[in-house]
């Protein structure tokens, strides 16, 4: 890339990163005060509405961000990495396997140390979690994967990237862990913080190795929410402290792995430009 060209990525991931902090922040306020006043918030409250533009801010921004600083074939080419399909079935199982598997890992890992067996490795899926795992995963891939990952690899290295991009992937969820019920408010923030970069590894290989697939990511991520909520692994759905923290343990070891699997070719990558070969 030339120095134009480098300048121009640096500038529009930190517009993305400024926009979609600000906006999702901004719409969990007034949920955060609500629940701070023991109101009740739930999906038919007008103030729930707020917390969808939250999910969708990520996807909202990286295509307006898109359509304004790149025009229409830029947006073109964001919205067709969401319907990049086409790559290995392995990678198919990869997305959709591995986040049950770290989960059921630190399942089987927590009651060897214990020596408790679980009371259950899997539950049943609530309805709400049926109808709502797959929203966040649509809100949130096509920005930060589509739009600031495939910006962010033009600029640095895949663990570099993943490094920088972890954290404040992170704190996006920060109003979130203010709202008891939350994933991020049932564990540490750290921990949390620990979990969602090795996830951000881990999406950062399949990426690269699906050729920039935007559709990979939601997958992956859908399959990761939908694993949270059927396998035991916070306190009030069986799990305990130990368990969560293995859990964020593993998920960095998991993404450490992955990327020590990558090939010297793809060191330097444009994804949205589908520049490397699936592997």
Sequence with gaps: ????????????????????????????????????RDETVDHNSPVALLGLLAVLAPALTACALAAVRGGRRELRTLLGMAGRWRFPLRWYLVVLVVP????????????????????????????????????????????????????????????????????????????????????????????????????????????????????????????????FNVVPVFAHEGGNATRTALISVLYLVAGVVALLTLPRRAERVQPEKASVPAD
Excluded: K
């Design 1 to 36: 890339m030339t120095n134009s060209e480098t300048s121009r990525a640096r500038g529009d991931l930190a517009w993305f990163i400024c926009l979609t902090i600000g906006i999702t922040w901004l719409s969990y306020l007034p949920i955060i005060v609500a629940v701070r």
């Design 100 to 227: 049950f598997a770290v989960l059921l890992t630190g399942v089987a890992v927590d009651s060897l140390v214990s020596g408790v067996p679980p009371e259950a490795w899997i539950l049943a899926p609530s309805a709400q979690t049926l109808a709502t795992f797959w929203i966040a995963p649509l809100g949130e891939d096509l920005g930060w994967r589509g739009y600031a990952l495939s910006r962010a690899l033009t600029r640095w290295s895949p663990v570099a990237t993943s490094l920088i991009l972890g954290p404040i992937w992170a704190l996006w969820h920060l109003p979130m862990a203010l709202v008891p019920g939350t994933a991020q408010a049932d564990q540490s923030f750290l921990l949390f913080t620990v979990q969602v970069t090795g996830a951000t590894m881990l999406f950062t290989r399949v990426f690269i190795a699906t050729r920039g697939s935007v559709l990979a990511m939601i997958l992956m991520h859908a399959a990761a929410n939908l694993s």
